[in-house]
C-alpha cells in the first residue's frame, strides 16, 4: 500500500519504521525540516511511571493560582479564542478521580509496551540513541509531596510498577555529586531515558536507507478523496496517517472530526560537559521541572506548561523560572540564564483528557490518526507507532486501544 504519513515527528517517524517493516511504501510530508520540532528539545523520558493524565484533580486549580506568576510551572494565556475555551471546557471535565481511575491501566499499558519497543529498538542496526534504563527519581520538598508520593507508591505498586519512597540520606547517595535541598525522593526503578535529538535525527536516516520518502518545507492544507493537497501540489495514496502534534486539530476539522488540541508550550536548554551534574533523570515534583542527563556528557533542564497559541513569543521569564526551580533543589547549582538563541520550545499536543487519539477514521476508512500525547509522546511513541502498523495492516492489536478512540469528544 502507498501510505502519506503527514508529520515527521516521532509519532509519524515510528509508524513510517513499523509501516515500512510491514512492506508499505511510505511517503512523509512534513511542512518543516524535521529538524527542531516538538520531537527534539524534549526531556526524552520513557515513563511507565506517569500513569496519571495530565487531566486529573487539583491541576485545573493548582492551574489558575499559577497563572499569577509568570515563572510558575503552568500557565494558561487568557484569550476569548473559542478553540480554547472548547478545549478548556473539555479539560475541565475531564479532570476527575474516575477519569485518572479509568486511565492508570491503558497509559501503563502503552508505556510498558513503547519501553519494551525501544529496547528493541536498540538492536537495530544504525539506529542510535543513548538509550539509558537508569530510572527516574521525583524529588519532594514539602511535607505535603511526601503525602502525596506515599499515595503515588501505592497506585504504582497496584498497577505493577516499581516505585520505591527515597529518603534524604539515601538520595545523596545515588545523587552524590552535589547537594540536595530535598525531603526525599520517589524512585522509578523501571523509567528510561533517551537522547531525542539523536533518536530523530537516527530514525530519519535509517529510514531514509530503508526507501521511505521525505517530503520536508511541504505543508498538507486538505484532503481529495484519494490523497492529500499541499502546497506544493496533491499527493496520492491509499491511505493517509494523521500525525501533526499540535496541528492534527485543525487537520482532523477537515475530515469533519472534533480532536480537541491546545499546544502546551514548554521550554528547555541543553549545556555539554557542564560543572551541574545528575546520574539519571529527575523531576523537581514541586518545580515540574525536569533534569535530563544526555548522551554521555549533556544535561538538559526544561519544563513549564504554557497553553498558548503556537504563535506567540517565547517568553524568557519562564525559562528564568526552571533555572530558578534548580537552584531551590540543587544550591549548588547557579546557571545563567542562556540568550534567547540558546533556548529552545516546543508545543505539547495537548489533548482535553491527556490520552492519545489514535485509531481510523468510520468516515474515512482510508484516514488514520495518531496523535495528542500531550507530555508522553517520546514515552508512548514506539508503541504508538506499532499500533498504527497493526490497525493498517489490520494485525492483531498488541494492546486495546478502545480509551484512545480518535472520536470520543
Ligand atoms: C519541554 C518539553 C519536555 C518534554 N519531555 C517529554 C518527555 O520527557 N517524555 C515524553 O514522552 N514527552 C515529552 N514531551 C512531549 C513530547 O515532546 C511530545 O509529546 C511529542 O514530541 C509529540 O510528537 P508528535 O510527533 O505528535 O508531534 P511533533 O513532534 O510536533 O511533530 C508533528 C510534525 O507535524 C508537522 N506538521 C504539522 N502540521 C502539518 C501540516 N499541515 N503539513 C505537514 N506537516 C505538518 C510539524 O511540522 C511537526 O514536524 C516534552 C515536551 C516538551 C515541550
Not at 497563572?67 to 478548556?88: D, E, T
Request: charged residues 20%.
Amino acid at each position: 500500500m502507498k501510505i502519506i504519513i503527514i508529520g515527521g515527528g516521532i509519532i509519524g517517524l515510528s509508524s513510517a519504521l513499523y509501516l515500512q517493516a510491514a512492506g508499505h511504501n511510505i511517503t512523509i510530508v512534513d511542512r518543516t525540516d524535521m529538524l527542531n520540532g516538538c520531537s527534539y528539545g524534549n526531556a526524552g523520558y520513557i515513563c511507565p511511571s506517569h500513569f496519571v493524565p495530565l487531566a486529573a484533580p487539583g491541576i485545573v486549580w493548582q492551574g489558575l493560582k499559577w497563572m499569577l506568576n509568570s515563572k510558575s510551572p503552568f500557565y494558561v494565556k487568557p484569550s476569548l479564542n473559542s478553540a480554547l475555551v472548547k478545549w478548556g471546557l473539555q479539560f475541565y471535565k475531564s479532570a476527575t478521580q474516575s477519569h485518572v481511575e479509568k486511565s492508570a491501566v491503558p497509559l501503563r499499558d502503552i508505556a510498558l509496551l513503547s519501553k519494551q519497543l525501544y529496547e528493541e529498538w536498540t538492536k537495530i542496526p544504525g539506529l542510535e540513541f543513548s538509550y539509558d534504563p537508569t530510572g527516574m527519581l521525583e524529588l519532594f520538598q514539602q511535607e505535603a509531596s511526601a503525602h502525596h508520593a506515599e499515595h503515588t507508591i501505592k497506585a504504582a505498586k497496584e498497577l505493577g510498577i516499581e516505585a520505591r519512597l527515597i529518603d534524604k540520606a539515601t538520595l545523596q547517595q545515588m545523587e552524590p555529586d552535589t547537594e540536595i535541598n530535598a525531603l526525599g525522593a520517589v524512585y522509578f526503578p523501571g523509567d528510561a531515558q533517551l537522547y531525542p535529538n539523536q533518536l530523530m535525527t537516527s530514525l530519519i536516516a535509517y529510514l531514509k536507507s530503508k526507501g521511505v520518502q521525505f517530503e520536508g518545507n511541504r505543508e498538507v492544507t486538505g484532503f481529495t478523496k484519494n490523497g492529500v493537497i499541499t502546497s506544493k501540489g496533491n499527493l496520492e495514496a491509499d491511505h493517509i496517517v494523521v500525525a501533526a502534534g499540535v496541528w492534527s486539530g485543525e487537520l482532523a476539522k477537515l475530515l469533519h472530526l472534533n480532536i480537541p488540541m491546545v499546544g502546551g508550550r514548554g521550554y528547555s536548554v541543553t549545556y555539554e560537559d557542564a560543572p551541574w551534574k545528575v546520574r539519571r533523570s529527575v523531576i523537581l515534583s514541586e518545580a515540574r521541572v525536569a533534569i535530563s542527563p544526555m548522551n554521555g556528557n549533556k544535561i538538559r533542564f526544561g519544563g513549564t506548561m504554557e497553553i498558548t497559541p503556537v504563535n506567540t513569543p517565547p517568553r524568557m521569564e519562564r525559562v528564568q523560572g526552571i533555572l530558578e526551580s534548580v537552584k531551590r533543589y540543587f544550591p549548588a547549582y547557579d546557571i545563567p540564564l542562556p540568550t534567547p538563541d540558546k533556548v529552545w520550545h516546543g508545543y505539547r499536543p495537548c489533548s482535553a483528557d491527556g490520552l492519545p487519539h489514535i485509531g481510523t477514521l468510520k468516515n474515512y476508512p482510508n484516514v488514520t490518526v495518531a496523535t495528542g500525547h500531550s507530555m508522553l509522546g517520546i514515552s508512548l511513541g514506539a508503541a504508538t507507532g506499532k499500533l498504527v502498523s497493526e490497525i493498517i495492516t489490520g494485525d492483531q492489536l498488541s494492546m486495546d486501544i478502545t480509551p484512545f478512540k480518535v472520536d470520543r469528544f
